[in-house]
C-alpha cells in the first residue's frame, strides 16, 4: 500500500523542505523524523555519522511505512545516501547544495556557500562544483551557529541578531572582493528557515538558492500517487523535545513521538 513522504533531518531544518513539498502537493501525506540527539550533524565525524544516519532511517522507515525517504539534510546526503539507497527498499530523494542552480543564476560568477562545517569540506560538494560551477568562484562559509539559531526559531526564541552577524560576517568580506558575490546557496536546510533574518542582515540584496523545489519536483517524479491522510502529519524524534510542539504543529506536524533505534551501539 501507498505510504505517506517521510522528511527526515537531524533537526527542524526539513521543515523548509516541509514546505516547499506542500507547496506543490497540498494535499499529500507527510511524516517528519529528526535525529536532534545528534544535532547538530554538521560539526560530527563522518565515520559514525554513516551508521547513524541509516540506523535512524530504517527505524523512521519502519514507524511510518513511506513511500518515499526524502533526506531533507545537506550532511546526511552529501555523506549517506549510497549507503541509504541500498539498505532500504524505498525510493530515497537526497538534498544536495543547489549549486547548479546557482551557477546559473549567478551574473557575477561569484557564490557564496553557506553550510555546515562537514558539508562545504565534502568531496561531494567539490564534485558538484567542479561539475556545474568550474567557472565561478566560490566561498565557502561554514556557518554550524545558524543550524542552532534555526532550531531556537522553532521552539519560539527569536534569532539572536549578533550570533547571526557573527556567523555570516566571512561572507560579507568575501562579498565586496574584486568580483562581487551576487547569489549564496542556502546548503543547510535549516538556513531557508531564517531567510527573513538573513535578508535583513545582508549588506546588499543577493539571490538565495536553496534546494527546497528541486526536491519536491524530484518526489512527483519517484512516487507516481502521493497519498492524502495516512499516517498525516506524524513526527518522530530521537531526544524527547516538548518546546518544539508548536513550531511542528505551524507546519502541520503533531507532537514528536519517541523513536527507538533497533541497534542500540548507534547510541554513542
Ligand atoms: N539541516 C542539515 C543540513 O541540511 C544540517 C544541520 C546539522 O548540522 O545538524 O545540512
Known amino acids: 500500500m501507498a505510504g505517506p513522504v517521510l522528511i527526515f533531518d537531524s533537526g527542524m531544518g526539513g521543515l523548509s523542505v516541509a514546505r516547499a513539498l506542500r507547496a506543490h502537493y497540498p494535499h499529500a501525506a507527510l511524516c517528519y523524523a529528526c535525529d536532534n540527539a545528534w544535532l547538530p550533524y554538521g560539526l560530527r565525524e563522518d565515520s559514525t555519522l554513516t551508521a547513524r544516519i541509516v540506523g535512524v532511517c530504517r527505524a523512521a ?67 558538484l562544483i567542479d561539475n556545474f560551477a568550474s567557472d565561478c568562484r566560490i566561498t565557502r562559509v ?47 536546510t535549516h538556513f531557508p528557515l531564517l531567510k527573513p533574518w538573513l535578508d535583513a542582515a545582508a549588506p546588499a540584496p543577493l539571490i538565495w538558492v536553496d534546494s527546497g523545489d528541486a526536491i519536491a519536483r524530484r518526489v512527483g517524479q519517484v512516487v507516481s500517487t502521493l497519498v492524502s491522510n495516512r499516517h498525516e502529519g506524524r513526527c518522530f524524534a530521537t531526544a524527547p523535545v516538548t518546546s518544539l510542539k508548536a513550531g511542528l504543529a505551524a507546519y502541520g506536524f503533531f507532537a514528536p513521538e519517541s523513536l527507538f533505534l533497533d541497534d542500540l551501539s548507534l547510541d554513542h
Open 142 to 188: 561554514a556557518a554550524d551557529a545558524l543550524v542552532i539559531e534555526a532550531e531556537a526559531l522553532i521552539s519560539g526564541t527569536e534569532p539572536n541578531t549578533q550570533r547571526l552577524a557573527a556567523a555570516l560576517a566571512p561572507l560579507w568580506q568575501a562579498a565586496h572582493a574584486d568580483v562581487p558575490m551576487d547569489t549564496v546557496v542556502l546548503g543547510c
Open 61 to 127: 522507515v519502519n514507524a511510518c511505512q513511506p513511500s518515499v525517504l526524502v533526506v531533507a539534510c545537506n550532511t546526511a546526503s552529501t555523506l549517506a545516501l549510497e549507503q541509504l539507497r541500498a539498505e532500504l527498499t524505498i525510493p530515497v530523494v537526497g538534498t544536495v547544495p543547489a549549486i547548479k542552480p546557482a551557477a546559473a543564476a549567478s551574473q557575477s560568477r561569484h557564490i557564496g556557500l553557506l553550510a555546515t562545517t562537514a558539508t562545504v569540506r565534502r568531496p561531494y560538494t567539490q564534485q
